[in-house]
């Protein structure tokens, strides 16, 4: 029975399950540069955990899902993927939430080759587990925020001003898989802290044929940010 077919009640059990997430992780100082602007532009503190950029989720958690994806992870990591770099693109604003007449967010856009391919690619290979609560197209760019919600939409375009006027930050290293835990039953921003790490330490030449594959597999690299 499709998720959309089934009786209210039994959504409501369903969406109330832990699912499992897969990051990839930032890797050690690689978004300190992110956080010193925070602390300039936010100092009130509001991403609590930055585990990396998410890859997949609504997985729902049971012993079943978590030994696939524990094998599966482990095994991309240590034979196929190594460390690789993200190029920031911009700063830019969430325009979205103005036509909701909310003071916007600032942010970072982030390339999204690899991990768009490499999100697909683990898409594909546990589409099986995936629930049917809210799955979400996978996404060719990825954004890292700065501010939280600011006081109005003046500040939020000062801010993008002055961010597009200095030199980006380095890329953004990824250096390994990190399958995470979110449970329904704590705040919808936070993860529970009892992280599975896979390090990538896979072969270059691998790696390198591994993308080129998922390259033709799934989009043409030119529409990619």
Do not use: C, W
């Amino acid at each position: 029975m499709a998720f959309s077919d089934m009786p209210t009640q039994i959504k409501a059990k369903l969406s109330r399950l832990p699912t499992l997430e897969v990051f990839a992780r930032f890797a050690p100082g690689t978004i300190d540069p992110i956080v010193a602007l925070r602390n300039k532009y936010a100092p009130k503190q509001i991403y609590p955990r930055d585990v990396g950029i998410r890859l997949i989720s609504h997985v729902y958690k049971n012993e079943f899902s978590l030994r696939i994806l524990t094998s599966n992870l482990m095994s991309l990591a240590t034979t196929t993927i190594v460390p690789f770099d993200a190029p920031i693109i911009k700063a830019f604003r969430n325009s979205t939430v103005k036509k909701k007449a909310l003071p916007p967010s600032v942010y970072y856009q982030i390339s999204g080759v690899p991990n768009f391919y490499i999100a697909s690619h683990l898409s594909e290979l546990f589409h099986d587990l995936h629930t049917q609560l809210n799955r979400e197209p996978i996404a060719t760019s990825y954004k890292l925020g700065i501010t939280g919600l600011l006081e109005s939409h003046r500040e939020s375009g000062r801010i993008v001003r002055e961010l597009s006027a200095l030199e980006h930050p380095p890329p953004i290293r990824f250096d390994a898989f990190v399958l995470v835990t979110r449970s329904n039953l704590i705040a919808p921003f936070e993860l529970e802290s009892n992280d599975i790490v896979f390090p990538f330490s896979g072969n270059q030449m691998v790696y390198d044929s591994y993308l080129e594959d998922l390259k033709k597999r799934y989009r043409k690299p030119y529409e990619i940010l």
